[in-house]
């Protein structure tokens, strides 16, 4: 795994440079406008009652469901641009990634989930959250009291949300995308606090998901959501690979769990999109991507970069080029700050 190539750079040009929390006077200007923390999160579904195969978004729903989560997406992408930097050797960066977490942790932020889409939407958050936070701890010193704070706070966000997902999340959220995107919650969580029962909890996640992969490499769960399921398809793909990538130094080799079950789930998306019949067929359906009603974006094939720097796979990297640079918030930001 070459997880954070500038490692080198970055400690080079903190030798001998205060901790991170004396350096806050210095990250002062150009850091993160931190918002309110959001401790409690309440909204419904997404999509309509009456869509069986969750596809069919109801307008209202969807903007009530965006305008709770905005505030926490925003954050992240803040997030992930000062991580970025912080990885490439900018320590003041690194200052101001270290603070706004600080901020979010001492409130206890999101842990006041108080409906079944809270609990199912928000370790996607954790993962991006943890993924800035990573990027720090694996490059710079950080102050051993925020540190405490920060690390204790994302091992409570990531256990709350893997004690969720093993008992009470309904039973295909509990094996789908979204149980992906707890996995790296956790995976992200204890690589940054070492924690080796979130790093357990998230290798059993990504392979409880990988081997449901077909021989295609389809997985079931997200061909039943209809005219969407190559957008879930593409959902859950990001946070298997990139667990698998952050695990695969920790004896995890989840890549070959199941015959290669993330290998297939992986070539699953370009052959998809150069056979749109190919998923059709699972689905029963047209796909969203092939109707005009959607259109792939840079941000969903982000995980390619966690897969190529382990593995040559000529048809990835020419599918995925059209679309570099390559980035998605959730993930850590740009993809090539990390791998």
């Not at 991170?20 to 406008?33: F, H, K, N, P, R």
């Not at 869509?51 to 729903?61: G, K, Q, T, V, Y």
């Not at 995980?303 to 059209?322: C, H, M």
């Amino acid at each position: 795994m070459k997880l954070f190539p500038s490692l080198p750079l970055a400690l080079a040009m903190l030798a001998g440079t205060p901790s991170l929390a004396s350096a806050q006077d210095d990250a002062a200007q150009g850091c993160i406008d931190v918002p309110e923390p959001v401790v409690s999160l309440s909204y419904g579904s997404r999509y309509t009652d009456e869509s069986e195969d969750r596809s069919d978004l109801d307008a209202d729903s969807n903007a009530a469901v965006n305008e709770a989560l905005g505030p926490i997406d925003d954050f992240i992408q803040d997030l992930a641009s000062k991580a970025n930097a912080a990885a490439r050797g900018d320590r003041d960066a690194a200052a101001c990634v270290v603070d706004a977490v600080l901020a979010w942790a001492d409130a206890d932020a999101l842990s006041e989930l108080e409906t079944m889409n809270a609990q199912i939407s928000s370790p996607a958050r954790i993962a991006g959250i943890a993924m800035a936070y990573l990027q720090v701890r694996q490059t710079a010193e950080v102050d051993p009291d925020a540190a405490e704070t920060i690390e204790g706070w994302l091992d409570a966000r990531a256990r709350a949300a893997a004690d969720y997902f093993d008992r009470d999340a309904p039973p295909g959220s509990s094996r789908n995308n979204l149980r992906a995107w707890a996995g790296l919650a956790a995976a992200s969580a204890g690589e940054a606090t070492g924690n080796d029962y979130l790093k357990s909890w998230a290798a059993h996640t990504t392979a409880v998901i990988a081997c449901q992969a077909d021989e295609d490499g389809a997985l079931p769960l997200e061909m039943d959501r209809g005219p969407r399921a190559l957008h879930y398809q593409l959902h859950a793909v990001a946070p298997l690979v990139v667990s698998a990538a952050l695990l695969d130094d920790d004896g995890y080799d989840l890549f070959e769990t199941c015959d290669g079950g993330i290998h297939r789930v992986v070539g699953f998306i370009p052959r998809a999109f150069e056979n749109p019949d190919l998923v059709t067929e699972k689905a029963g359906e047209a796909q969203t991507y092939f109707s005009g009603d959607d259109e792939l974006a840079a941000f969903e094939l982000a995980w390619a970069d966690a897969y190529l720097s382990l593995f040559e796979a000529p048809e990835i990297a020419a599918f995925v080029e059209e679309f570099r640079p390559l980035g998605n918030s959730k993930l850590g930001g740009s993809q090539d700050a990390i791998w």
